[in-house]
Every structure is written in C-alpha cells, then in structure tokens.
C-alpha cells in the first residue's frame, strides 16, 4: 500500500484454521485483490481480521483501513469510506509515529501513515460534495510533501527523495485535474509551469500543458508544447519507444482534432493502435473521429474490437458510455445489443466499473 510501511514479523499461525493464515500480516494479498479490482474481497478480508482480532500492531491497523477506505472509494461508497476516516485521530498525531512504540518499533522513527491514507483524506471530502474542504487538504498534502523532499535534499536522502519527488507529481495532477473538471485552467497553468520550472524533462506533463492550451484557444502555445515533447527524441525519460511515439502521434491528433480534420487524426490514432493494441485513448478517439465523420459502423467495430482483444485494459465508463451512443445511432433494438453487452460486463468487469453507464 505504501513503501513507508514496514514488512510486519511473521505470526505464530492462528488456530482457528489455514483459511485465516493470509488475513493479516500479508499485504502481498491485499495488494493483489485490489490490482485485480476485488474490492468487494479486500472488504470481506479487512471485516474478518478485525473481527478475529488479527490486527496486533499500530501499523497494520493504519494499513488495512487504508485498502478498506481505498476499497469503498471505488465501490463509490463514499459515507462509508469517509466513516473510516473518522475513526482516525490527526494523521499528525504522536499515536501514529513508530517512536511512540519502541518495544514493537526499535530504532524506528516517523510516521506510519500510509500515503494513500493522507490522500484520501483529501479525495473523500470532494467526493461527498465538499469541493473546498478537500481542496484544502490536497494543498496541505502538497506543502507536507514539499516539506518531506526538503528534508530529504537536505540529509542528502536520495533513494527516498525520488519517491516523495513521484508523489509530489502524482499530488500536482491530482490537483490540476480538480482545478479542469471546474474550468479553473488559470490556475492548471500556473501549477504546470512551477513544476516545469523545476523538471522540464516530463513530457507526459509537457503534453498536458498542451491539452489545457488548447483548451483555452491558444493553439500556438499548444504547438509549442508538442514540438518540445517530438524534439525530445531519444532523450524520452521514463516512457518506452512505443510510450514516446504514441504520446507524440496523440499529440498531433489532438491539433487536428481541434481544425476538425478528423481524417488526419485517425490517422495518427491508428498508428498508435497498430504499435500497442492497449492504447486505449487512441481507440476511443479513433471511434469517436470516425463517428464525425459518419462511419458509425466502423467506430462500433473499433470500441468492440478493443473490448474482445483487451478487455481488462478497454473496460472503462468512457469506452463504454460512447460504444452505448453510438449503438443508439446505430441501431433501432439498439436496447437488446446494450443488454448483452450489460451481460458480458458483468462477468469480466472489476467490482468498480459503474454498470450504469450502458444505461440500459
């Protein structure tokens, strides 16, 4: 869940039976239903060891309400995941630092607050509709963040350092998305520029200030912004060739898309496509050019062909919200083709994906 928590002791096995033996003190478990999107399962697992009284140490405690407040967030059960956040004291609080436990913690020092926790505690107010409260606790964990990068500089901490550096951006985006979803771009720019200022090198970030300039009309400054992420060729940072390559034909489909040449823009999406069947931008925009240009029988292909070739990376509302559009388009029993579709997705979806969206 984080990479501050410590690794707990092994137990002595519990006597009630092997079931139980991977309940507690074995975060590998947890961590693997919530990559497979069992949230349903991590709530059943999170009940059970609380009520077996599996939880012995301070930390596992922290632990396991982290992936049940992560878990009820997804299941956008909301009340309940703010309720679990109640239950907590200040994050801040002596009563969550390994110091205060010398006998469970020898030589350990800090907090065993787990990111995700601090993150949401900002995420979860905005969720239940108060947008400025979790606002505010999303620039507090900003400035908690920058003051943890500046201790690191300053103890020359580098290993840990990049790490809070990650959750610096991840905070950053997490923010600027926010700020989009309320047309605030103002402020994106301003916070796209302070972290560009300090790594010009993040062209995911660089692409972004693209996008948010051509939200705002100002497709030259856009152009600026892709040419810088094309010029850096070679020098592509973290992405992969393939990564690096679609980010730039994305980018050029983008411009097009804004002069309304959707035929150059298919394009460029379908050169994606041909290098990673997985790029699922690429697929929806695709779908979406060719739904301008009147080819709705071909944009259904493009979305049904996605979800049948990778249907655990294509299965997202917004593929599925405009595949379901365009069979209403398309097809007069437009009703029984999105049943069926309701059908397969519930067999293969995560406990997350919202079945509403095919609003059948």
């Known amino acids: 869940m984080d990479s501050d928590s410590p690794r707990s002791d092994s137990q002595t096995q519990h006597p009630l039976s092997n079931e139980v033996d991977d309940l507690c003190h074995d975060m590998s478990s947890l961590q693997d239903l919530a990559n497979r999107g069992a949230w349903r399962s991590i709530i059943d697992k999170v009940s059970r060891a609380r009520a077996l009284s599996l939880l012995q140490k301070p930390h596992d405690h922290l632990t396991y309400l982290a992936f ?15 309720a679990e956040l109640d239950s907590l004291e200040d994050l801040d609080s002596s009563h969550y630092r390994y110091e205060t436990y010398p006998k469970i913690y020898p030589n350990r020092v800090g907090s065993m607050v787990p990111f995700s926790l601090r993150w949401l505690h900002a995420l979860i107010p905005i969720k239940l509709g108060q947008r400025q409260q979790g606002m505010d ?36 985006n997490c923010i ?7 047309k605030e771009f103002g402020v994106c720019l301003s ?29 030259e400054g856009a152009k600026v912004s ?9 020098n592509n940072g973290s992405l992969s060739e393939v990564e690096f390559k679609n980010l730039v034909n994305r ?16 394009r460029e999406y ?41 249907p655990t990376v294509a299965l997202n509302e917004t ?20 049943r069926t579709l309701s059908s397969w997705i519930a067999r293969v979806a995560p406990d997350d994906f919202d079945a509403s969206c095919t609003r059948t």
Not at 147 to 155: A, G, P, Y
Not at 226 to 234: C, I, L, P
């Open 68 to 82: 049940n407040a992560l878990a009820f967030t997804k299941l956008r059960r909301f009340n309940e995941a703010s």
């Open 137 to 172: 606790r999303f620039y507090h964990l900003l400035d908690f963040v920058r003051e943890k990068i500046k201790d690191k500089e300053e103890n020359n901490l580098s290993v840990s350092l990049g790490m809070w550096r990650k959750r610096e951006v991840f905070v950053v």
């Open 176 to 182: 600027i998305g926010h700020h989009l979803s309320q």
């Open 191 to 219: 916070l796209m520029n302070d972290l560009l200022s300090r790594d010009s090198s993040d062209l995911l970030l660089i692409s972004q200030l693209g996008y948010v300039q051509l939200q705002i009309g100002d497709l």
């Open 226 to 234: 892709f040419s810088k992420v094309e010029g850096e060729g070679k």
């Open 251 to 266: 980018n050029k489909a983008l411009v097009y898309l804004v002069g309304k040449d959707y035929v150059s823009a298919v």
């Open 270 to 310: 379908e050169e994606c496509i041909e290098r990673d069947h997985s790029d699922i931008v690429a697929v929806n925009n695709k779908a979406l050019c060719l739904m301008y240009l009147r080819d709705l029988s071909d944009s259904i292909k493009v979305l049904e062909n996605a979800l049948e070739r990778v």
């Open 319 to 338: 593929l599925v919200v405009n595949l379901c559009s365009m069979y209403e388009l398309a097809y007069v029993n437009h009703s029984d083709i999105k």
